[in-house]
């Protein structure tokens, strides 16, 4: 989740705080360009990123999809259409993943699963 500068700090309170989540915050690591401050929360079976983005003025919702091929998946995406939309956000370099988009424009992230530890 994308999260303007001004509602960061509440929104990681009601995950934190309010829902009870477990969070971690991640500053400092290598994190998206563009990106100043990321918490990630146990969403249940899932991982939910808050990201605060200062140029935001709304937040946006981008979504995360685990694979243990990429490559794979990307071909896969590519015989439905699907092209990589890369332009969206650099990514470190270490990082081994395609940002897509679904018909409605909703952002996902294609990337490699990570290990359970």
Do not use: C
């Amino acid at each position: 989740m994308k999260i303007p500068t001004a509602q960061f700090d509440q929104t990681v309170a009601f995950y934190r705080d309010v829902l009870g989540l477990p969070a971690e915050d991640v500053t400092g690591t290598e994190i998206a360009a563009g990106v100043s401050r990321s918490v990630g929360v146990e969403f249940g079976p899932n991982r939910l990123w808050l990201d605060e983005v200062p140029n935001y003025s709304r937040s946006d919702v981008w979504l995360e999809l685990s694979t243990d091929d990429v490559p794979a998946a990307m071909e896969r995406l590519a015989a439905a259409g699907i092209t990589p939309r890369d332009e969206l956000e650099p990514l470190p370099d270490t990082m081994r993943a395609h940002w897509i988009a679904n018909p409605a424009g909703v952002v996902h992230l294609v990337a490699q699963a990570r290990d359970p530890d």
